[in-house]
């Protein structure tokens, strides 16, 4: 989808100007209108949030005000799209800048997809017995195509169990878009990452792989990546650790296994969040996550030493495209009955990322 470019009298507000007219707009529109707002939106955006959370926990927050018609996202399109599914008919959700995608989900889509579906039939032959399980950090149509398939759909939290319960339903698992939670899920159940699973990469014929490989592989990993979470390494950690004796280090499972393998502890957003929240005052964090929410919490709890793995500043660059000037742009055509940036999933697609989305939230009640 296009951005259109701000109207003009937009884009040279102040800071101050923009969050006091935030302020009024919403003030006006009262609590019809929900503003939801992701860990990794920077500070100016979060103020204004009625929920903040991960990917998962906003498009359940998005349900929690039946009296709700108009969900503004500030987040990332996927999200938007699962909120739209999650939500009733009549709520209208609204993306503040079309542009904050995220370069992860768009590692895989419907046509690749299709396509390696189409080449592990012909491998495996009629009784292929492969399960695709999807990220939730991934385009609605991917989420239609595993609801349609038998699979489902996992986050960061629940992938293991997502995961586990997918090798109950088939032999083999294609995992998409992030080939570095497939991995870690499938290690942290027991599987081996050399010897049990390939990785796909769409732009090769098999995806780089012998009809052998495929055929012996248990998890099958779709060549994707989020470009924040892979640049943390064993270099980070080691420098963390000589630095600050006695540090614990946090990460993300969107890590490289090493990294994983190498940290004191891993886990979802919300995870990171709540490990560090419960932590006893005085101790220590190197955090390999986004560093908006680093320097939340860094902030939040001045008691203890929390600082980004990564010393480069490492922002999420899409959802840093949610700036506070297209909230204001987005919330006062809504003030004048205006509808902008409206994020509607064809109900096609609804229907099957509706049943994958609630066969996960079954499988991993
Ligand atoms: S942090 Fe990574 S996975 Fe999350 S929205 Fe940004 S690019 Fe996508």
Redesign the pocket.
Known sequence: MYQVPLPPEYTDLSAEEIRSRIHAAKAALGSGTVILG?H?QRDEIIEHADHRGD?YKLAKDANLHPEAHTIVFC??H??AESADILTPDHVKVILPNLAA?????DMANIFQVRKCWQELQRVLGDAMSVVPVTYI?SAANLKGFVGENGGTVCTSTNAPTAVAWALTQGEKVLFFP?QHLGRNTGARLGYDPETEMVVWDPFKPLGGNTEEAIRSAKFILWKGH????KRFSLEQIAKARAEHPGINILVHP?CELEVVNAADFNGSTEYIIKTVESAEPGSKWAVG??INLVNRLAKEMPDRLIFCLDPQICP????YRIHPSFLLWTLENLVNGVVVNQVVVPDKVKRFAKIALDRMLTVCA
């Open positions: 992701h990794y990917s987040g990332v996927f999200m995608g995220c370069s992860m989900a950090n992030d989020c470009s924040v979470h969107e996550t986004e999420c660059s899409t959802m």
